[in-house]
């Protein structure tokens, strides 16, 4: 079956850096997406990477090794604003969304 | 209005009532999804449409019909539901290509109650 792992909760201090991983056993791979949400409002797009590489857009890097089946996204600089859940999201060879529970993260002053 | 609205946001029904959850998307997108979101679970498929035809259906119980009049607005039709249908329905655009679908924009969603 196809699967994604994502650790359930985190917590880090504010200004620090933290980083969420995420692995997946999919059915082929085209392309995977890293989304944001805070509670009670809708996920919103925070990543897409499909070649092996880092992808860095200002405080929120986002990490893929196809070979390892493994992506992280590393959030800099942490800010309250950023205690959200993140989604991991892979599209397969069907080019269907496969989703991983989430990880809630929790900033700490 | 921007992105993709919702309504209602909250909705509390019981098991024989008949509702509907209206979804609309203002960013010209070509494809519209509905998605169930359980606490501590994956997000799950209910249905896909594109250009206004369903293409997807994940063997969803034929409680939740779907309705997608045209390529902006989509319904989700809700009747005899049973409490394990709690839960907050989420729905999306995309712009669908040959590589599948690109960046989802999703509604604030509905939350569902069913006592």
């Known amino acids: 079956g196809q699967n994604i792992d994502q650790p359930t909760e985190m917590t880090a201090t504010e200004g620090a850096i933290v980083q969420i991983n995420c692995t997946y056993q999919?059915?082929?791979?085209?392309?995977l997406f890293w989304y944001q949400q805070h509670a009670g409002e809708a996920p919103t797009f925070l990543s897409y990477?499909?070649l092996d590489g880092l992808e860095e857009k200002g405080r929120f890097s986002s990490f893929l090794s196809r070979s390892k089946g493994y992506s992280y996204l590393l959030l800099k600089e942490l800010q309250m604003k950023d205690s959200a859940s993140y989604l991991c999201?892979?599209?397969?060879?069907?080019?269907?969304?496969?989703w991983g529970a989430g990880t809630k993260l929790i900033i700490k002053p | 209005e921007t992105g993709v609205t919702q309504t209602p946001r909250h909705l509390v029904m019981g098991m024989t009532n008949k509702k509907s959850l209206k979804c609309e998307q203002h960013?010209?997108?070509?494809?519209m999804y509905w998605y169930k979101q359980s606490a501590k679970k994956p997000l799950e498929l209910m249905f896909v449409?594109?250009?206004?035809?369903?293409?997807e259906n994940n063997s969803v119980p034929s409680r939740f019909s779907p309705e997608c009049p045209n390529s902006s607005h989509l319904f989700l039709h809700l009747h005899t539901l049973q409490p394990e249908d709690s839960a907050l329905y989420l729905c999306?655009?995309?712009?669908?290509?040959?590589?599948?679908?690109?960046?989802?924009?999703f509604g604030e969603g509905s939350r569902l109650t069913v006592l």
């Open positions: 999201a892979v599209k397969d060879s069907n080019y269907q969304l496969i």
């Open positions: 990477n499909v």
């Open positions: 999919t059915s082929g791979f085209n392309g």
């Open positions: 960013l010209g997108h070509n494809a």
């Open positions: 449409y594109n250009f206004k035809e369903q293409t």
């Open positions: 999306a655009s995309s712009q669908e290509g040959e590589g599948g679908p690109g960046e989802l924009f």
